[in-house]
Structures are given as C-alpha cells and as structure tokens.
C-alpha cells in the first residue's frame, strides 16, 4: 500500500452517551445526549477490524504517511483509521494543523529543574493553540454533513475563552459556504490577540459580561432550542481531532512511550480526556506497548478535577465544581469543566492499565505558573501560560516524588507564547492585579531601553546621531574593540 493512497477502510460510528449509556447515528449532528443531556463519546464499532494488522504493520503505515504528499494525510488524518474513518477525503480540512515538534529543554533549563523535560508546541498550530486539532475534525464532519444533506446553511457557535473562538472562526471562514460564524465571549477576560483572530477571520463576535462558564450557559440554551452546531468540547468529534495529540507523540518518540510523562493543563478537561483516549487506542491495537503517565494540571484558583482526585478512596470522591479566581492561565480557568465524565470514564481504563499512578492531577499556584512560563521561555521555549502551567505541574510532581528524574516530562504548551504577552509584560512591570496573587521575579525582569532620546536625536546630523548612537550602545554593553 503506497502512503498517497487515500485509506480505504470505513469504520462505523456511533455517538455513544457517558449518561444514560444510549447510542445513537452520526448521521444527525449531536451536541449533548437528546435523552439526558450527557456528553457524547464516538465510539467505532468496527473498531476490532483495525485489528488484523498488527502494530508493527500500523506503526509501518503511520511512518510512511508522514511523507505523504496528500493533502488529506498531511495533518491529523494521518491517522486516518484511529480518528474519524467514515469521513471521505473530500470532506477532510487541512489547514496545517498537528505535527507540532517536541522540543528538547536546553541542558541549562535541565540542570536547572533537576528533570528532563520536553515541551511539544501545540501553539505551533495555524490559529496557535491545539484547538485547531478538533476543530479540523469537527468541520471535517461538518463538511461531509453538508454534502450529504445538501444544506444550505449552518451556523456554528462557540463560547470560548479565546482559543476555540479563534479555531472555529479561523476554520469557518476557510469552509465558508453554507458555514457562517459566532462566537460568544467573556467581555474584557480574553487577550487582545485572542480578540484579533475571530475578528480579523471575520465571524460574528458577541460579548456578554462575565466568566467563560456564563457564556457557556448562553450558547447552551441557543442549542438547546435552535438549529445551530455547536463547536464547544462537548462536541465528540473536536475530542475525536484532540487525540491526534497522542499519536503524535508517540510517533516522535518512535512509538516508544516508556518511562515518560505528559502534563496538561486541565481547563474543560477535553484536551486531557482526548489524550487519555488516544493512548489507549494506540495501545490495544498494540501500536504501543506502554501507556506513558499523565499528569492533569489546575491552578489553586480553578482547581475542581484536582479536588476530586486529592481524596484517595475513590468510593469517597464526589464532584463539585468550584467558583473561579484570577488566574494567568485564561485558557484553563474554568469552574466546571464540561468533560468531567469523559476524565473519570477514560482515567479508570488508563489506570487499569497503566496502574494508579498513570493518571494523576496536581494543583500549582499562579507564581508557580507565571515563574515557570518565564523561565521555561528565557531558555528557548514558546510556552503560553498553560505550558507554565504544565511545567509548574512537572516541578510539582518532582518535589511529590512522584516522577523519577530518569523520566521523561513531556509539556504540553497548549498555546503560542505570543497569545499571551500581557501576562508576560505584567510580570515584568510589577502590574499583576493583586486577586492574581504573583509577585514577579524582579531579577528576571526584561524592559526595551532608549539609547537615545528624541530631543538628542533631533540635535545631531544624521552622522553624529549613528556614531553617538552607537557609541552609547557600545558604552552599555562594555563592548572592546577587535
Ligand atoms: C482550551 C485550552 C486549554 C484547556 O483545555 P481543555 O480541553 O478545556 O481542558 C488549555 N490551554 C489552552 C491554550 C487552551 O486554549
Ligand atoms: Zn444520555
């Protein structure tokens, strides 16, 4: 089989409820459980058929995909059969998503922290963020429903806290056709960049006054009662796109996932939910032979998944979710994550697995994540302040004992540094608002500095401004002469 052939296998896929345990055809597009209102796995039920090649014969296809010059293959569905395998190649989007690196930490950041850690850049991505994953998929399903149904238009919606909306409009407006675009915010609580991309992709954007879980409750209720797609991770097929994560990584490390660990930021919990899921695929079509550990990560000031698993006995563990504080990690702050179910269904198959400790969730501080962004990026990384976050978790796990330093800790940096600079800039000037509880590292502290002023500019012939210029430039950084 030649890697620029499209798949020929199908799959068959079900919508498969975590609350009532119905199930029902892809055929009709699903946001929540028509019966109970529970969130939605998709489950293949041909799954099985996968097996008659072994995992050396997929790791083979896999392999060789990552050379395809097929533009159906280049991204996620290169993992075609693991992903959404009733999807036909002119339904799939690519617009560049998945294949983000794992980048090594510099032996200097290594010697620092005591571990050796990796961080994999998801805000590689097109729209920065790992978002793009699961709306690729997402709008790939859109696209084969459209064809089938000959629709004429559709409206998706998002709530967001920055990073879907700018998935699901930067997707939308590439589609277009029948596709049209809102997005729905939290006034005031997304970066400036985050604003820019639905706005400059051109989708609808309505802001309402307060938190993500209000916008949430808004695009819920519009779901509920009107024809809309709803692009929230409560949609199956964006946890369908997110597992690409999983398999990538283990490509990257050859299909190897012994001795390492993944730490990710928990916000809605459908990144970590996708991952979870994406391992275990791999390993029951023993692609892999070892799960690696997962390690969630909240910050103390949204922190309802950890407070879960911080009570040991799990007959003892009950469910709330939490009122949120300030926290620099936007993206993931979130009171009552909507995957919740999905956690707690896949944790316990990785965990029969892979054994208590290959899933566990550790609460940082917002100086733990803000002083590990820094410092992650001042030796060489692009982490946002999630991948702060993940790098937080990572220390944490040291210090608990519960990672060994011969383990490998993989970061997930859900995001582009650049989306959040603000909160970068606020460390640096000393500016965080006090409910953020962070007091930067003054020592660490990076500000641009005017060599010249305007007025003394403004005095001298352009000769004497460069050579002045310059000398004052040498002066600064005690330059000698070659
Ligand atoms: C959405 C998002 C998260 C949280 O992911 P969940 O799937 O909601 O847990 C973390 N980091 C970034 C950058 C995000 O955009
Ligand atoms: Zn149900």
């Not at 959404?84 to 690519?94: F, G, H, S, T, W």
């Not at 675009?181 to 802001?207: D, F, M, N, R, W």
């Not at 979130?334 to 290959?358: L, Q």
């Amino acid at each position: 089989m030649t890697a620029d052939l499209f798949p020929t296998y199908r799959g068959h896929m079900e919508y498969f409820c975590l609350g009532c345990g119905k199930r029902f055809p892809t055929d009709e597009l699903h946001y929540t459980c028509p019966e109970c209102g529970g969130v939605f796995l998709l489950d293949n039920l041909l799954f099985d058929d996968l097996k008659k090649r072994s995992g050396k014969q997929w790791r083979e296809i896999f392999d060789s995909r990552a050379a395809s010059k097929k533009t159906a293959l280049r991204g996620i569905f290169r993992f075609y059969e693991l992903m959404a395998p009733v999807l036909e190649e002119e339904d799939i989007v690519y617009l560049g998503e998945g294949n983000t690196p794992v980048i090594e930490s510099s032996p200097g950041l290594n010697q620092t922290t005591g571990m050796t850690t990796a961080y994999k850049n998801d805000g590689q991505n097109p729209s920065a963020s790992f978002k793009d994953r699961g709306m690729a998929c997402g709008f790939s399903y859109l696209r084969s429903l459209i064809r089938q149904n000959a629709w004429d238009q559709i409206l998706t919606v998002c709530a967001s806290t920055g990073d879907t909306s700018a998935a699901a409009a930067l997707y939308a407006s590439y589609v277009g056709g029948a596709i049209k675009s809102v997005v729905i915010l939290p006034h005031g609580k997304v970066t400036p960049a985050q604003l820019a991309q639905p706005l400059g992709s051109g989708a609808v954007v309505l802001e309402v006054p307060g938190v993500f879980d209000d916008c949430m409750k808004v695009v819920e209720h519009l779901a509920d009662n009107y024809r809309v797609a709803l692009l929230n991770s409560k949609n199956a097929w964006r946890i369908l796109g997110q597992e690409s994560y999983a398999f990538e990584c283990a490509q990257w490390f050859d299909w190897d996932m012994k001795n390492k660990c993944i730490f990710v930021p928990i916000g809605n919990a459908g990144n970590i939910t996708a991952i979870m899921a994406g391992f275990l695929k791999l390993y029951e079509l023993e692609i892999i032979a070892d799960l690696p550990r997962i390690f969630g990560v909240q910050s103390h000031h949204a922190d309802p998944v950890y407070r879960y698993y911080a009570v040991d006995d799990p007959k003892e563990r009950q469910y709330e979710p939490v009122t949120v504080a300030a926290s620099v990690a936007q993206a993931a702050m979130i009171g009552n994550p909507v995957s919740f179910p999905r956690v707690k269904y896949f944790a316990e198959k990785f965990e029969a697995i892979g054994g208590e400790d290959s899933f566990q969730v550790l609460q940082v501080t917002e100086q733990q994540i803000m002083d590990s962004m820094i410092q992650a990026n001042m030796h060489g990384h692009i982490a946002c302040t999630q991948g702060g976050e993940s790098f937080a978790g990572a220390k944490r796990a040291l210090e608990l004992g519960l990672v060994t330093p011969e383990e490998l800790c993989i970061l997930d940096s859900t995001a582009h540094q650049l989306k959040f600079v603000d909160f970068q800039n606020m460390y640096f000037d000393n500016s965080f608002p006090p409910e953020f509880e962070i007091t930067p590292d003054m020592t660490l502290a990076n500000t641009p500095e005017l060599v010249i002023s305007p007025e003394e500019k403004s005095a001298l012939s352009p000769e004497e401004y460069t050579r002045t210029t310059a000398n004052k430039v040498v002066a600064k950084l005690g330059l000698e002469k070659k």
